[in-house]
Antibody
Framework: QVQLVQSGPEVKHPGSSVKVSCRAS????????INWVRQAPGQGLEWLGR????????DYAQKFQDRVTITADKSTKTVYMEVTSLRSDDTAVYFC????????WGNGTTVIVSS | EIVMTQSPGTLSVSPGERVTLSCRAS??????LAWYQQKPGQAPRLLIF???TRATGIPARFTASGSGTEFTLTISSLQSDDFAVYYC??????????FGQGTKLDI
């Protein structure tokens, strides 16, 4: 059974960074991609970027290109997303999802940015 | 950036009713559209991909259609479990995927 397991909740100060992980298990991800999507409290879904396993490359939404870095450790099937220069409006639940249309989702990681 | 616009924002319905949700793209996305259902405190769940193909395990009461810029998701007979927020998502214009703002089904 394909699963994506994310790291636990984080509380960060403004200006700091956070790194969230998404570990895949039970399936073949080598021909797929892992996306990162966030959801601020009471708001909709926002795509941040993705890692494409077959070409070892990351793509980003233009809005996040300067502050978000997505990397992967293929040996452990883990994808990481780091957000730098955190602001209060980065407070959100961050999800990872597999593939162009995301058929498998992680459990979500709550990131709270507060002074 | 392709803007996805969903309507209505909120729909008040009753169990057993048939409902149709709409999603419009600001430019053609062919059939590169997915629909998700999200309940409070949960991750989104894929319902439809390729504009009209049901994902594994999705009941037949969920049907979807459309191509280009206009898309619909129809739930033929609402069950209590269907009250949730529904999002459309275009994956045509990478690397800039975008979501609609969501339609909430309220009892």
């Amino acid at each position: 059974q394909v699963q994506l397991v994310q790291s636990g909740p984080e509380v960060k100060h403004p200006g700091s960074s956070v790194k969230v992980s998404c570990r895949a298990s039970g399936g073949n991800f080598q021909t797929s991609s892992i996306n990162w999507v966030r959801q601020a409290p009471g708001q909709g879904l926002e795509w941040l970027g993705r890692f494409v396993f077959s070409i070892d490359m990351s793509d980003y939404a233009q809005k996040f290109q300067d502050r978000v870095t997505i990397t992967a450790d293929k040996s452990t099937k883990t994808v990481y997303m780091e957000v730098t220069s955190l602001r209060s409006d980065d407070t959100a639940v961050y999800f990872c999802g597999r593939g162009n249309y995301m058929d498998v989702w992680g459990n979500g990681t709550t990131v709270i940015v507060s002074s | 950036e392709i803007v996805m616009t969903q309507s209505p924002g909120t729909l008040s319905v009753s169990p057993g009713e048939r409902v149709t949700l709409s999603c419009r793209a600001s430019q053609s996305i062919s059939n590169n559209l997915a629909w998700y259902q999200q309940k409070p405190g949960q991750a989104p769940r894929l319902l439809i991909f390729g504009a009209s193909t049901r994902a594994t395990g999705i009941p037949a009461r969920f049907t979807a259609s459309g191509s280009g810029t206009e898309f619909t998701l129809t739930i033929s007979s609402l069950q209590s479990d269907d009250f949730a927020v529904y999002y459309c998502h275009q994956y045509h214009n990478w690397p800039l995927y975008t979501f609609g703002q969501g339609t909430k089904l309220d009892i």
